[in-house]
């Protein structure tokens, strides 16, 4: 069986995130890490060896489970060009962008931004394939998370998420999606609707679920 290109770069995060965790120490870690003061320092590689660090099992396998199931979705559908460029445009473009946000120092890890690149992606391409993870489709999953991290950002939530560098993502991965599929539209109306149908449910269910409480 022929392991897709999105799997291989699952097997990569994890397999440079735990080497990282085992073996490396600070200085190793500053030469592949992303932060504006390595950017300065002319570490260009820093914007692609970032994608695949991640700070604790909890963040990659997050992440991977993200990775593999839009990623596969998009691969499945389209080719594996659908999956790898974006996913490295989306990645370098929030960690350039995402230099406004954060202090000099900071580091940005993690392949989180460049996988919100591939949801937006399904969400114009495939918004009701249903996933039996999620237990609901793939369209409604993507626009729940965007509008959870534009609320995470309205609150000021803080802490090692980048909530902006996700928006960052997401947004990347619109012209993506546009050219992913001609009818673009038509799926976009689609999540548009399934969010209001989840929104309506939450909101008729919620007495309900208050009085067992």
């Not at 897709?4 to 600070?26: G, H, M, P, Q």
């Not at 900071?106 to 919100?116: E, R």
């Not at 391409?125 to 996933?131: A, E, G, R, V």
């Not at 793939?138 to 609150?155: D, E, K, Q, T």
Request: net charge neutral; aromatic share 16%; proline share 3%.
């Amino acid at each position: 069986m022929k392991l897709r290109k999105t799997n291989y770069l699952i097997l990569l995060c994890i397999l440079t995130s735990v080497l990282l965790w085992l073996f490396a120490d600070e200085q190793t870690f500053d030469l592949l890490a992303f932060n504006t003061e390595n950017l300065l320092k002319g570490r260009i590689w820093t914007l692609i060896t970032s994608l695949f660090i991640h700070s604790d099992p909890a963040h990659l396998i997050g992440n991977m489970i993200f990775f593999y199931i839009f990623g596969n979705t998009i691969e499945k559908e389209l080719s594996h060009k659908w999956v790898t460029i974006p996913f490295f445009i989306g990645g370098v473009t929030t960690f350039l962008l995402s230099t406004q946000f954060y202090d000099p120092s900071t580091y940005l890890v993690g392949a989180s931004a460049a996988i919100f690149t591939l949801t937006a992606i399904v969400m114009l391409l495939k918004p009701l394939k249903f996933s039996f993870y999620f237990l609901m489709p793939l369209g409604l999953v993507a626009i729940i998370y965007f509008f959870y991290n534009l609320i995470a950002i309205s609150l000021g939530s803080q802490g090692n998420i980048s909530y902006i560098g996700h928006i960052i993502g997401f947004l990347t991965g619109i012209p993506f999606g546009v050219a992913s599929n001609k009818e673009w539209h038509k799926n976009l109306l689609i999540t548009t609707a399934l969010l209001g149908i989840y929104l309506f449910t939450i909101w008729f269910l919620l007495p309900f679920i208050l009085n067992l409480l």
